[in-house]
C-alpha cells in the first residue's frame, strides 16, 4: 500500500484531500503543522507529501528543505493559496515535485498523485538497474586464486601489454578482460568483442580489418573492421583458440606490424589497440598439437591469466551464490549447511554461469523457503546441461518429463512471471533439444527464428552458435 502525507493547516483542506485519496485507496497520515509531519515521516514509509506552503511553527519552505535533505526519495507536492503562487513557484525549483493552488480541484489532484508516484517508482527502478549493473561487473570471490586474479588484473590494466584469459567455459573469462579494458586508460574508448569461433573463415579477414567498397562481390559499401572500430579501445578475441590458420596468420602479421589495410584498400592503418584473447583451450597443448600458431601464441600471451574451474575453489561458493542470490533485491534464504555442502562437492560443469542459474531459478522459485540439501540435489540435476558447458563429460539433458511437473511456486506467481518462467525453461529446453541451432529450434517449436532471436535475447538465454 502507498502511504501519503498531508501537512495543512487547515482542517478543511487536510479532510478533502484525505478523503480524495482514500478512495483511491492510499493510506493517508495528516498532520497540523511542519514538525508534527516529520515525526510522522521519520516513523512511517511515506512515498509522497502534500505539503502546504503557509504554516505555522516550521514555514513550509523550511520543512522542503529538511525533507530534501533527509528523505530526498520521497516526492513533495506543494499547496499554494492564491497569494503564495510565487513560493510554490520557488519550492518546485528547491526540488518540490509540483505545486497545486487553493481551491484544490479532485481532478488534478488525482493526476499529480499519480503522476509523482510513477517518477518516483521510476527512479528507484532507476537506483535499482545502476546497482545492479554495477554489481554485475565486479568479480567476486574470497579464494587465493581469484585474490591473485584481481591482483594481477589491477597490475596489469594500465599498460599495454597483450593478455592471454584461459579457463573452462562459464569461469569469467569475458568479465575479466572488460574488468582490464574498465581499469586501463583505455576505458572511455570501445571495448569490441569478436567471437572468433563464430565468423566464417571467408569473413573473418573483412570483419577484423574491413573491407573497401568492391573489394569483393558482397562488399558493397566501405566497411570498417573491428581492429579499426576498436582504435584507442581494447579488442577482446574470444575463443582465439578455435580461430583458422589463415586467421591466425593474418591476425599475427597484424601484431608483428602493428599496422593493416582494409581489404582492396590501398592506405595503410596504425593500430592503436589493446589486445585481450581468451580461451577454453589449452593453447600450449593445442600449439603442440600443430592446431595453433605458437608464434602468435607467444605474441598474445605476455600476461597470461588462468581462470580454474569452480569445484578448484568451492570456497567461492557461499559468496557467489549470495552475491547472485541479492542481485534482484534483499530477500532472505535460509540455506542449511548439507545444502551448502552439497553444492561445494558438485562438480560444476558450467563453472560460475551454471551457479548463477541456479541461483535465479531459487530466486524466481523459492524466495523465503528455507534451502535444504534435496531441493539443491534436484535442482541441480535440472539445471539444462547444453549451454556453456562444452568442456562437461556428462550431458543431463533436462527431460520434458522432470520439467512438466510445475512447480508449486509458480502458481503463487504474478501471470507474467509466471509466464516467462515457464517460457524460459522451455525455450532452454527446445534449443538442447535441437543442439542449440535456432533456424531448427523455431521449425521444430512452431515460431519465426527472429521471434525466437528476440525471446532468446529477452531471457538472456546463450547458445554459443
Ligand atoms: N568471479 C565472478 N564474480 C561474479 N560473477 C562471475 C564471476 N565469474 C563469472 N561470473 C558470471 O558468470 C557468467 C559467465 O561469465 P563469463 O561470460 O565471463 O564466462 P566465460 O569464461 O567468458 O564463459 P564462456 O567460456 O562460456 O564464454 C557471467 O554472468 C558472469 O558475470
Ligand atoms: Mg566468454
Known amino acids: ?106 481532478d488534478k489532484v488525482l493526476t499529480i498523485c499519480r503522476n509523482a508516484l510513477a517518477i518516483r517508482h521510476l527512479r528507484e527502478e532507476n537506483r535499482r538497474l545502476k546497482k545492479k549493473s554495477l554489481s554485475r561487473d565486479e568479480i567476486i570471490g574470497i579464494s587465493p586464486e581469484i585474490e591473485q586474479i584481481r591482483r594481477v588484473i589491477k597490475q596489469a ?9 584461459s579457463g573452462e567455459n562459464g569461469t569469467g573469462k569475458e568479465l575479466v578482460a572488460r574488468a582490464i579494458h574498465r581499469l586501463s586508460g583505455r576505458a572511455n574508448r570501445a571495448f569490441v568483442e569478436v567471437n572468433c569461433a563464430a565468423i566464417p573463415d571467408s569473413l573473418i579477414e573483412s570483419e577484423l580489418f574491413g573491407h573497401e567498397k568492391g573489394a569483393f562481390t558482397d562488399a ?30 593474418k591476425v599475427l602479421r597484424v601484431i608483428q606490424e602493428q599496422k593493416f589495410e582494409r581489404i582492396g584498400g590501398e592506405k595503410t592503418l596504425d593500430i592503436d589497440v589493446r589486445i585481450l584473447a581468451a580461451t577454453n583451450k589449452n593453447l600450449e597443448a593445442e600449439c603442440a598439437a600443430g592446431r595453433f600458431r605458437q608464434d602468435l601464441f607467444f605474441r598474445l600471451n605476455v600476461i597470461p591469466i588462468r581462470l580454474p574451474p569452480l569445484r578448484e575453489r568451492a570456497g567461492d561458493i557461499p559468496v557467489l551464490l549470495s552475491h547472485f542470490l541479492s542481485e534482484a533485491g534483499e530477500e532472505q534464504y535460509d540455506f542449511d549447511e548439507a545444502a551448502l555442502e552439497a553444492l561445494k562437492s558438485y562438480n560444476w560443469p558450467g563453472n560460475v554461469r551454471e551457479l548463477r542459474n541456479l541461483a535465479e531459478r531459487l530466486r524466481v522459485m523459492y524466495q523465503g523457503c528455507r534451502i535444504g540439501e534435496e531441493l539443491v540435489t534436484d535442482l541441480l540435476q535440472k539445471i539444462p546441461r547444453a549451454f556453456g558447458t562444452q568442456g562437461a563429460e556428462e550431458k543431463t539433458l533436462p527431460s520434458p518429463g522432470t520439467e512438466s511437473r510445475f512447480p508449486p511456486a509458480l502458481f503463487n506467481m504474478h501471470f507474467n512471471e509466471a509466464r516467462e518462467l515457464f517460457e524460459k525453461s522451455y525455450l532452454e529446453f527446445q534449443l538442447s533439444q535441437n543442439n542449440g541451432i535456432i533456424s531448427r529450434t523455431a521449425e521444430a517449436i512452431g515460431i519465426y527464428p527472429s521471434n525466437l532471436h528476440a525471446k532468446l535475447r529477452k531471457y538472456g538465454i546463450r547458445t554459443e552458435r
Open 1 to 106: 500500500m502507498t502511504n501519503i502525507l498531508i501537512i495543512d493547516d487547515e482542517p478543511g483542506i487536510r479532510k478533502t484531500l484525505a478523503s480524495i485519496l482514500e478512495d483511491e485507496k492510499y493510506k493517508v497520515f495528516t498532520a497540523e503543522d511542519a514538525l508534527l509531519g516529520l515525526e510522522i515521516l521519520s516513523r512511517e514509509d511515506i512515498s509522497l507529501i502534500f505539503l502546504d506552503v503557509l504554516l505555522p511553527k516550521m514555514g513550509g519552505m523550511e520543512a522542503l528543505e529538511q525533507i530534501r535533505k533527509d528523505w530526498p526519495e520521497i516526492e513533495v507536492v506543494v499547496i499554494s493559496g492564491h497569494a503564495n503562487v510565487d513560493m510554490a513557484v520557488r519550492a518546485v525549483k528547491l526540488g518540490a515535485f509540483d505545486f497545486m493552488e487553493k481551491p484544490l480541484s479532485l
Open 157 to 165: 590494466a594500465s599498460s599495454d601489454a597483450r593478455i592471454l584469459i
Open 220 to 249: 558493397v559499401s566501405t566497411r570498417k573492421g573491428r581492429f579499426e572500430l576498436a582504435g584507442g579501445g581494447s579488442i577482446f578475441l574470444d575463443e582465439i583458440g578455435d580461430m583458422s590458420a589463415v586467421a591466425q596468420a
